[in-house]
Nanobody, 114 residues
Framework: VQLQASGGGSVQPGGSLRLSCTAS????????MGWYRQAPGKQRELVAS???????NKSESVKGRFFISRDNAQNTMYLQMNSLKPEDTAVYYC?????????WGQGTQVTVSS
């Protein structure tokens, strides 16, 4: 499965961005999909995840601001990011897991600064 992430960019604090992750396979067959991020000098961390059974998981730091969703018809997962903060600056990666296999997208840069 190949994942293509897009939608990153530069935005001022308080702004919004929507990231997209399009898969080369039907995402309805992917048990788990998620967004991760890695800031300079830090480890990659989970931002939000969603299973095909509808179970959500989200980092405390983004609760109430970021929202994950998936559109099976478009084979795409989204991350709507609102009220962005400078500490949200990172490279964002999409991930999918299924049957013991893990797949990563190439990453998209999100920069939040004034």
């Amino acid at each position: 499965v190949q994942l293509q992430a897009s939608g990153g960019g530069s935005v001022q604090p308080g702004g919004s961005l929507r990231l997209s992750c399009t898969a080369s396979a039907k995402i309805s067959g992917l048990r788990y999909m998620g967004w991760y991020r890695q800031a300079p000098g830090k480890q990659r961390e989970l931002v939000a995840s969603l299973t095909n059974g509808g179970r959500f998981n989200k980092s405390e730091s983004v609760k109430g601001r970021f929202f994950i969703s998936r559109d099976n018809a478009q084979n795409t997962m989204y991350l709507q990011m609102n009220s962005l903060k400078p500490e949200d600056t990172a490279v964002y990666y999409c991930n999918a897991n299924n049957n013991g296999e893990s797949y990563w997208g190439q990453g998209t840069q999100v920069t939040v600064s004034s």
